[in-house]
């Protein structure tokens, strides 16, 4: 199972992830997915930097598009990045506050605007011991318009380097 999610986050269960019943609510689940799915874009860093410039692979902005003011990225904001369409998770079994738990993050899928992730949640000292399993749709986006755009080559690239293995080009 180890060799199947390159990227393992320390979950950190807090006081306030609990419920009446005194074991983490559902919806924490997907805030533990988030911490960990973050932690994995750090851990690509490295192989983003090898590229020349992130900018240099996107397209520049066209007058004729038309700004989606959902969207507030600000003056110095990022152009383009990553936005959630869909995220799920299977309960297995209940999280309290003595487990010892970790997020496995790995991607599965990368097409030409969007990527699959899945996470597994499971005891850090007992790996057969799952608490929780999910997935998560993402996006690649142009924030001014708020529309899917082609994943850029480097991100491709980072993720190939993780993952080890290719993702053909969609």
């Not at 487990?99 to 990527?115: C, H, N, Q």
């Not at 997935?135 to 080890?164: H, K, N, T």
Request: glycine share 4%; proline share 7%; with cysteine.
């Amino acid at each position: 199972m180890d060799n199947a999610f390159p990227c393992w986050y320390p979950v950190q269960i807090r006081f306030r992830d609990l419920d009446p019943l005194a074991h983490v609510n559902n919806t924490v689940y997907f805030i533990y997915f988030e911490e960990a799915r973050s932690h994995y874009f750090k851990q690509l860093e490295a192989w983003l930097q090898e590229w020349p410039s992130e900018a240099e692979h996107q397209q520049t902005m066209e007058d004729s598009v038309q700004h989606n003011p959902r969207i507030q990225t600000g003056p110095r904001g990022r152009h383009y990045g990553m936005l959630v369409k869909e995220i799920t998770c299977t309960y297995m079994l209940p999280l309290v506050r003595s487990d010892l738990a970790e997020v496995g993050v790995r991607v599965i899928k990368v097409g030409r605007t969007s990527f699959i992730m899945e996470h597994l949640i499971r005891d850090s000292t007992d790996h057969e011991r799952i608490f929780a399993t999910g997935r998560s749709a993402m996006v690649w986006c142009d924030y001014y318009s708020g529309r899917p755009y082609p994943i850029p080559p480097s991100l491709r690239y980072a993720f190939e380097q993780m993952e080890r293995r290719t993702f053909p080009a969609q």
